[in-house]
């Protein structure tokens, strides 16, 4: 198609219809080969780019060597930064309602992903869970037992995330974490800071 419209077949059209025609093409403009090649083809879409990311394996750099244990702390700066939208959080998963073991493989995943896709804090949701109470003094008469004596525990995975994160597997991915601010779901969430290079690594490699 060279922008020219196309042209009518005169023997079926009145002389009003004819008139009508070269008005019409007295606006069109046919556009030139250059713009047409100026064209740029369709940007993917976001989703589609970190795809494509979290398919690719990580360096090997990062399971290798000794990696520091994450701090249990973020400093008082960072913390409230990230509280007050300064600091965005780049992605959060919700743990509700998921068994240790879909838990774990989700939030093993998402930091995973999270050092592919070059993300630095992630708000995990553990929820805070039901109080339930453990008895400490088995030697002592029920009768005389106090709520001294019971070990009070919140939600398992409250209890669990944090142990997860300083293990072996999730040492080479987390540089620290702690509790988050009230509006992004006090001590039923946690801020996790992800490291931007494989530890004892200059640069990372993309």
Known sequence: MDGKPEKP?????SEEDIRLWNDVKKTVKPLRPSALSAVKPEVKPRRMIERKQEARALPHEWY???SPVPETRIDRKTKR???SGIKDVDRSIDLHGLTQDQAYRLLKNAIEGGIRRGDKTLLVVTGKGGKRFSQLGADISIAYRTREDFDQHGGILKRMVPIWLQSMEFRPFVESFDSAAQDHGGDGALYVLLRKRAPGQKKFNK
Do not use: S, V
């Open 9 to 13: 077949n005169k023997k079926h059209l």
């Open 64 to 66: 290798g060597g000794q």
């Open 81 to 83: 930064r990230i509280a």
